[in-house]
């Protein structure tokens, strides 16, 4: 069983940039994808970026293309998301998620296709 610690989260004005870390312990697949998600309060989890760890295939939701990057770095099992241009509707608290399998852009967005699940960073854009 895999633990997921979220950090780096915070408050920023818009336009500032933030970067999450999610901290893998415990057994990882090596076949496996890592995800992140947000969820607003009143609003359902959402699909932020996700990426099929090894394979170097990443999916990000059209609202944070071009301002989000997910990263890895296995030597440290940390997975990244740097947070660009930040607006207030990226307000939110962030998950960190992990899928025993591949994901692919029919899935990845989807929270039910991810087993394991950090408790969550708070992010708050003003």
């Known amino acids: 069983h895999v633990q997921l610690v979220e950090s780096g989260g915070g408050s920023v004005q818009a336009g500032g940039s933030l970067r999450l870390s999610c901290a893998a312990s415990?057994?990882?697949?090596?076949?496996?994808?890592m995800g992140w998600f947000r969820q607003a309060p009143g609003k359902e989890r959402a699909g932020v970026a996700a990426m099929v760890t090894g394979a170097g295939i990443t999916f990000y939701a059209d609202s944070v293309k071009g301002r989000f990057t997910i990263s890895r770095d296995s030597a440290k099992n940390t997975v990244y998301l740097q947070m660009n241009s930040l607006k207030p509707e990226d307000t939110a608290m962030y998950y960190c998620?992990?899928?025993?399998?591949?994901?692919?852009?029919?899935?990845?967005?989807?929270?039910?296709?991810?087993?394991?699940w950090g408790r969550g960073t708070q992010v708050t854009v003003s």
């Open positions: 998620a992990e899928a025993r399998r591949y994901c692919y852009s029919g899935s990845w967005w989807n929270p039910l296709t991810y087993s394991s």
């Open positions: 415990g057994y990882t697949y090596s076949r496996n994808s």
